[in-house]
């Protein structure tokens, strides 16, 4: 984590008091000094894996589309297909 930044922004989170004992609870299980650095520690290790899960289905999806265009698309074959189709042809 980057601890050498400048704070400059407040979130302000209203909570039940069940929730805060909760979560207070697993701070100190966890070894986090601070309340704040525990909610900053799990607030950015979840939201980078929400990051990375989107990033993974965004690629799945593009892949996908990729692939389905080239299989059953209707594009003309490109110069470098044409030359190795030829270059096939004079070998058999």
Do not use: C, H, W
Not at 17 to 31: H, M, P
């Amino acid at each position: 984590m980057e601890t050498d930044l400048i704070k400059e922004e407040r979130v302000e989170l209203r909570i039940s008091s069940k929730d805060k004992e909760f979560f207070k609870r697993a701070q100190l299980i966890s070894g986090d000094k601070t309340f704040s650095s525990f909610i900053l520690r799990i607030l950015k290790k979840e939201s980078e894996a929400i990051l990375a899960k989107n990033q993974t289905v965004l690629a799945s999806e593009r892949d996908r589309q990729l692939f389905f265009d080239a299989v059953f698309g209707r594009s003309e074959p490109g110069d470098n297909l044409i030359e190795a189709a030829k270059l096939y042809k004079k070998k058999k």
